[in-house]
């Protein structure tokens, strides 16, 4: 940042503002404890139980594939609708917005079809969709958006995918906080706010779960809430969800959710609370964990993988591990249970043959 003014004068600037008789302009409103006390509180309230606060810039994200689309039209059609989130979570009944620049609109009233099952079911509802794929998302635009939302009495509004209505570099600070003070704004108007986002490719496996968000520090910081979707090892229909900050109340525990697929009813998916989700064992140590992850993630692959591949595949499963640390496990079980093949400077791994794996 360019200083434009001269730090060095400031002090002779202030004496002289107290030689004055006059008071000086309140730049910075002060409010008095004796009129904080007499001042209107709104209580905390949630358009999803626990999970979606009221007036809440919210952002969810996870890895490609893992299914935020499918848990974030959920979302929308069960607040649209007023009825239970996943079966368990209450909702507060408005109008919802999805405004989509992702998946085309194809593709969501095909997901829409297979959530809620025949349009006459659902064609009432208070729920909009717009494929804005020629829409810019902009100072100009932001303004008739809320106008647009207003009139049509929304109360929330779905953006699927944040990179999709980004023009700049996501990992430059000032420019993601100039636009998520575009989602402020609408927040500020009296809306909430859905924002679907991905995590970095191959994430920081040793870190919290914030790291492995995509972008600059600041699309965080901004958000009043940020809920993570995530797969689980050995439960291919079943995913986690974690809300990792919450700023009006606590956060609620990580709980599952099912995918259920109904092949008697069009494939129409149904997706259902499964309870909170069970902690990692504490007896079971990391080195453990991580083995077992690389022993089946090449079980399952026909060719051999390069240790970033190995990296991604772990983070798909919700296993935790540095670079360095996995490189250390891996040499560890070269000649034991896998074999590596050198081209250059890079490594590539295999399952060795089950006869000569050592138990």
């Not at 974030?72 to 009944?93: H, R, Y």
């Not at 917005?97 to 009432?124: S, T, V």
């Not at 509802?125 to 008739?144: G, H, K, Q, R, W």
Request: with cysteine.
């Amino acid at each position: 940042m360019t200083m434009t003014k001269d730090l060095s004068t400031i002090p002779h600037e202030i004496e002289a503002i107290f030689k004055k008789s006059e008071l000086p302009k309140e730049h910075w409103p002060m409010i008095p404890m004796a009129k904080l006390a007499k001042r209107p509180y709104k209580p905390i309230t949630f358009l999803v139980e626990h999970l979606i606060p009221e007036h809440n810039v919210v952002l969810l994200t996870g890895n490609s594939t893992v299914g935020k689309t499918w848990i974030a039209l959920s979302i929308g059609l069960t607040v649209a609708a007023g009825t239970p989130l996943f079966g368990q979570f209450n909702t507060q009944k408005t109008g919802v917005w999805y405004i989509d620049k992702e998946n085309g609109e194809n593709e969501m009233i095909r997901r829409l079809l297979r959530l809620q099952g025949p349009a006459e079911i659902w064609q009432n509802l208070p729920f909009t969709l717009t494929n804005a794929d020629d829409i810019s998302f902009t100072p100009e635009t932001v303004v008739p958006l809320i106008q647009q939302a207003k009139h049509n009495n929304i109360g929330l509004i779905i953006f699927d995918s944040f990179s999709s209505f980004n023009d700049d570099d996501e990992n430059k600070t000032t420019e993601m906080r100039q636009l998520m003070d575009m989602f402020k704004l609408i927040r500020n108007s009296g809306i909430s706010v859905i924002i679907l986002h991905h995590n970095r490719k191959g994430g920081t496996y040793g870190g919290p779960s914030t790291d492995k968000i995509r972008g600059a520090s600041s699309i965080y910081n901004s958000v009043d809430a940020h809920i993570e979707v995530q797969k689980i090892k050995d439960k291919e229909d079943h995913i986690k969800i974690t809300q990792t900050k919450l700023r009006c109340t606590r956060e609620f525990k990580p709980f599952e959710v099912s995918f259920n697929e109904n092949t008697h009813s069009n494939n129409r998916i149904d997706l259902q609370f499964q309870g909170l989700a069970q902690p990692k064992s504490e007896k079971k140590k990391k080195r453990d964990i991580v083995t077992e992850g690389i022993l089946d993630i090449l079980a399952q692959e026909p060719v051999e993988l390069p240790i970033q591949a190995l990296l991604d595949k772990l983070q798909e499963v919700d296993i935790e591990c540095t670079k360095t640390t996995l490189k250390k496990y891996l040499q560890a079980m070269t000649g034991k249970q896998i074999s590596t093949r050198e081209d250059g400077k890079k490594k590539y791994f295999s399952l060795l043959p089950a006869e000569q794996i050592e138990t």
